[in-house]
C-alpha cells in the first residue's frame, strides 16, 4: 500500500520528502517479517511497475501555460 501510494503520488507530480524513523529492537518475542512478506514487497513492486506499463496510469500533471 505505502509503495503504491508514493508511486502514485509521483506520478501526480507531488514532490515526495522521507521523514526518517527510529524502531527500537524487540524485547520480547521475535520478529513477524519472513520470506512470505518480503516476497509480497517485491512481487508488488513489480506487479505495479508491469501495471503502469501495460495500461495508462495516471501520468504527471503539467503546469499549465500563463495565458
Known amino acids: 500500500f ?3 501510494m508514493k508511486y ?3 506520478r501526480l507530480g507531488f ?3 522521507e521523514v526518517p524513523i527510529i524502531f ?3 524485547s ?3 520478529s513477524k517479517m ?3 512478506i518480503i516476497k509480497e514487497g517485491v512481487l508488488g ?3 505495479l511497475r508491469l501495471y ?3 495500461t495508462n496510469y495516471r501520468k504527471k500533471r503539467s503546469t499549465p501555460a500563463a495565458s
Open 24 to 26: 527500537q529492537d524487540r
Open 8 to 10: 502514485a503520488s509521483w
Open 2 to 4: 505505502q509503495i503504491e
Open 15 to 17: 514532490v515526495i520528502k
Open 34 to 36: 519472513n520470506k512470505g
Open 45 to 47: 513492486v513489480l506487479q
Open 28 to 30: 520480547l518475542g521475535s
Open 52 to 54: 503502469t506499463f501495460l
